[in-house]
T-cell receptor, first 114, second 112 residues
């Protein structure tokens, strides 16, 4: 069966510090991978998605970046965090053709930038 | 670009049937309609997906009229544990990638 691992579960970082969140998927190959962010009480904002190794599409211009060094690994990074980067970060993978895909989410990382 | 419109919130009581309607006037011919459920501090969980007419699984039913411009998620006999946010999604028209966009969702509050 497929599983998705996302860590850490919580993170407190000072403004200006770097960030690295990692997500890995097991039990499937060539998944579509996603990073979402959710502010408290708000909906999910799509940050990045990837359909293959090295293929990253950015939805929101900001100080975050994503990389996919391996087929089932997706990394979210920042060189210098801002207060506005605080939120709940979710990694997801999907199966199915475009338009029918079903997303499966990790457990999320609660990031607080102070 | 397909977009969805849902009520911001709904209240219900335990044991009642809850129907959440989603409007997607610009849905593309090949797009499916997918619903997710999200509890606080968790990622959304897939509930049901359909293309037309009616789909039923162990959790919910999805009703889609012939014009497909709307859909209704039906939760039978809700319990307190069904309190969550429910998202309706339709596939994006071809933008060159799997760009799955979530709307604001419907916050369902089930009361005892």
């Amino acid at each position: 069966s497929q599983t998705i691992h996302q860590w850490p579960a919580t993170l407190v970082q000072p403004v200006g510090s770097p960030l690295s969140l990692e997500c890995t998927v097991e039990g499937t190959s060539n998944p579509n991978l996603y990073w979402y962010r959710q502010a408290a009480g708000r909906g999910l904002q799509l940050l990045f998605y990837s359909v293959g190794i090295g293929q990253i599409s950015s939805e929101v211009p900001q100080n975050l970046s994503a990389s996919r060094p391996q087929d089932r690994q997706f990394i979210l990074s920042s060189k210098k965090l801002l207060l506005s980067d605080s939120g709940f970060y979710l990694c997801a993978w999907s199966v199915g053709r475009q338009g029918t895909e079903k997303l499966f989410f990790g457990s999320g990382t609660q990031l607080s930038v102070l | 670009l397909a977009k969805t419109t849902q009520p911001i919130s709904m209240d219900s009581y335990e044991g009642q049937e809850v129907n959440i309607t989603c409007s997607h006037n610009n849905i593309a011919t090949n797009d499916y309609i997918t619903w997710y459920q999200q509890f606080p501090s968790q990622g959304p969980r897939f509930i049901i997906q359909g293309y037309k007419t009616k789909v039923t699984n162990e959790v919910a039913s999805l009703f889609i009229p012939a014009d497909r411009k709307s859909s209704t998620l039906s939760l039978p006999r809700v319990s307190l544990s069904d309190t969550a946010v429910y998202y309706c999604l339709v596939g994006e028209e071809n933008t060159g990638g799997f760009k799955t966009i979530f709307g604001a969702g419907t916050r369902l509050f089930v009361k005892a």
